[in-house]
């Protein structure tokens, strides 16, 4: 593991030391290709701290963003930094190209922000659907602002039981303020238990 990624540990072992927050590492270390939740989403400075944390862990981060974000003159810099241009328009095609990215390596790390634009009144259930889907488990990042942490928390299994899901999911979320508390969002998917049928419905049409 000491010889992966030595340039971006370095640089992301400086930003801790210089940083006024507090890194908390993942316990233990999970192994294997994860989706990974950044929230609370709060400010454009999280992604920043998203890119600290995941080259502390030597993790070959990749993140979905809208695909306005890769257009020139900065596309190629988003793309090095493991950005993933996303298609609303053609989500089936974005679970694929997630499934081949975990095939293609098996630590990837899928970095997801479901709770979207900073003016979300909710989570969007894209990244349920992909976990699920593409059969990742999921990972809790978090920046946390009333502590000054951030970091990586459990990795937990969906199971298609939505609202189940997500209460554990909003328990982890509760104490996270994020970098900015008057844009945190809830946890919450716009209509848990109608998902949680339409998904059982899809499995079982096969």
Do not use: C
């Not at 596309?75 to 499934?99: E, K, S």
């Not at 982890?172 to 994020?178: Q, S, V």
């Amino acid at each position: 593991m000491s010889g992966r990624q030595p340039i971006r540990h370095a640089i992301a072992q400086l930003h801790w030391r210089l940083s006024p927050w507090r890194l908390v590492r993942e316990q233990p270390a999970f192994e294997g290709p994860r989706l990974l939740i950044g929230a609370p989403h709060t400010s454009n400075r999280d992604f920043v701290l998203m890119l600290a944390i995941a080259w502390d862990a030597r993790l070959p981060v990749r993140w979905l963003g809208k695909r306005q974000l890769f257009r020139a003159p900065f596309g190629g810099i988003m793309r090095a930094l493991g950005g993933i241009p996303v298609d609303r328009d053609d989500p089936a095609g974005l679970v694929d190209r997630v499934v081949a990215q975990a095939r293609r390596d098996p630590r990837a790390a899928i970095v997801v922000t479901p709770d979207g634009t900073r003016r979300s009144k909710g989570w969007r259930s894209g990244f349920y659907r992909i976990a699920l889907d593409a059969d990742l488990p999921v990972t809790l990042g978090f920046v946390d602002a009333t502590t000054r942490t951030a970091g990586l928390g459990p990795t937990i299994r969906l199971t298609g039981d939505v609202p189940a899901d997500m209460d554990r999911i909003r328990a982890f979320y509760a104490d996270k303020a994020g970098i900015l508390p008057e844009h945190r969002t809830e946890p919450r998917l716009a209509d848990e238990a109608g998902l949680a049928t339409r998904l059982a419905e899809e499995r079982s049409r096969g």
